[in-house]
């Protein structure tokens, strides 16, 4: 068990590096909704370490970045990421993470706050695009998702 | 490359900063440090202040200058005597300034805090009252939020008093909008620079997709009879360049976006960033996307800035920013926020709510924590643990920044209200009698909380003018967010990490 996961990092790092160097060449590609590739984008933006677990439902691709934030991509059998989560010390990079979801998020933020006006964790939850966000100074915890892509049989309220 | 490049902007700053001076001829520059550092008195008290110049081959010493109120005598070149007012009405700062007679652009300062005689020190007042933006037009009521008054002199002795500044024991560090500084405190500010023309800068994020983007400059906090000297501030403005792209989000640089003109984080910890921006303490990296060096161009890149002896374990200096309370001289370990239950009894809304912050825990005859209070011992996320509707709720915490209580609930999850409010919930009719059990992180004590849930737009709507909400509630992911409504009716101690209130070391949340 132990060798096997071992062997898998290392490839995981060999393909870090080859991936890396692709991406390094091609436009930035959104994480969330995006291709599984764009997870090394991500890794690489963060300058974060990787590490993958597969089930029968879905790939997972942790990445652990500055200050132990732990972000997760859920990729689903079609090489999808339908799903994000985060925890740990900073926010991650919410326009890296969501790449062309980004504005339709900072867009739901800001009409929230402007009808009233207040601080408090986020629930966003619209028809093609569902984020909450909370925590406070030094501990956030997050989740986004694209409702149309999680693959069935998946709760997406049991990631973390 | 890069770690000796953020390395040597790091010793920089502390060069710049531990020496004090600037424009001196080439050579060991001349400084001066004066003794007491700070000081507290009422009416006529006195206060004798010595100076002690060094490298300074005239042995000319120092010319005394004063702002604020009271007056200088016996004058030297090497100490002065302040007298405070026969009449003091209200709490102020006066500094004394030293100037070096052989380079004037050398001198040091001591901020003295004059109070009226009988100044209960350790209390100010706080209001749930709507914040800054109730008198806008159109008016627009911050609900749930409570505000406090705060006194901030910069180090050439310009102070001001800043109002509507929010309460917040879910963050860290005092930050205040530059469009509400006066120009003498505005100058006054000096941000920390690197020594190359860089500038330190701070990017904080919230959880609602919000940041503050600012300077940070060392200045001198006043609340009530307490005083944070050399304490790092961030100074929100938008600079003239492009904020780098890993500070994303709505940028809340005005009093209409932030609804305060700034934000008194006193939570659980000293530092806003801590061990994981401090090169000592995180040598591995990689440097968090907290604080940068900026050129005047507008070449920003992130940088450890380090955090004392804390997060180093040795002697150096802090420039991060701090929690005030953190920096007092006494009752320096934490604070109470006390706000009474709303009236009249079981009402839900109420135009304002006055309480008062109360600094210290343990230190003072009106301080103590109570023995029957429950002390809710904290993780590494200075977390415990809610039991709430058979779910074990690890990332909970209670926070007066926070406007509403926030919790994931399955039976809630057809109650979320629409459109733009869809953070909050819209229960048909207020649900009544929900109880949670919070338990210390090491697995006790434990004490159940009964709490009740409005509609929120049936109660806002139905109560257009009132700025206190009990049963405001909302979705969340990870934890138990125990926000502003937890603390009406009740004297909420947050202790901070790395002190301790009699033998038990914080972080802690009491009640």
Known sequence: ?160 | MRSFFVLALVGSLGFLAGCGSSGTPAGIPITISLSPTSATVNANGVVNVVATVANDSTNAGVSWTLSGVGTLSNQTTTSVTYTAPATVTTTSVATVVATSKASSAVTASLPITVSPAGTIANVVPISVNGGPLTTANPPSIYANGVFVSVQICAPSGACQTIPDVLVDTGSVGFRVLASQLNSQVMTGLQPFTDGSGNTLYNCIQFADNSFLWGTVAPATIVLGGETATSTSVQVIATPSFTIPSGCTGTNEDTQQTLSANGILGIGAEPFDCGAACDQVANPQGPIPLVYYFCSSGGTCNATYVPCGQLCEGQSAPDYQVTNPVFNFATDNNGVIVELPALQPAGSSAEATVNGQLVFGIGTQSNNALPSTATVLNLDTSDSFTTNFASQSLTGSFIDSGSNGLFFPDPALAGSICPGTDSSWYCPTSTLTGLSATNVGATGSPSNTVTFSVDNFETVTAANPTDAAFSNLAGPNTGGFDWGLPFFYGRNVFTAIDGTTVGNTPGPFFAY
């Not at chain 1, 080859?18 to 091609?26: G, R």
């Open chain 1, 1 to 160: 068990m132990k060798l096997n996961s071992q062997i898998s990092l290392s490839h995981a790092s060999w393909m870090t590096i080859v991936l890396l160097m692709l991406a390094l060449s091609l436009p930035a590609l959104a994480a969330l909704g995006g291709d599984v590739s764009s997870v090394q984008e991500d890794k690489a933006q963060m300058k974060g370490t990787l590490k993958t677990t597969e089930s029968d439902a879905y790939t997972v691709h942790e990445i652990t970045a500055a200050g132990n934030t732990i972000v997760k991509e859920y990729v689903s059998p079609a090489g999808k990421v339908f799903a994000i989560t985060w925890h740990g010390q900073f926010i991650p990079n919410m326009q890296q993470l969501l790449g062309t979801y980004f504005d339709q998020y900072a867009q739901a933020a800001k009409e929230q706050r402007e009808s009233h006006p207040g601080r408090h964790p986020l629930n966003i939850q619209q028809s093609g695009l569902v984020v909450q966000s909370g925590g406070h100074m030094r501990s956030y915890t997050g989740r986004a998702y694209v409702p149309d892509m999680v693959p069935q049989g998946v709760n997406v309220d049991a990631l973390q």
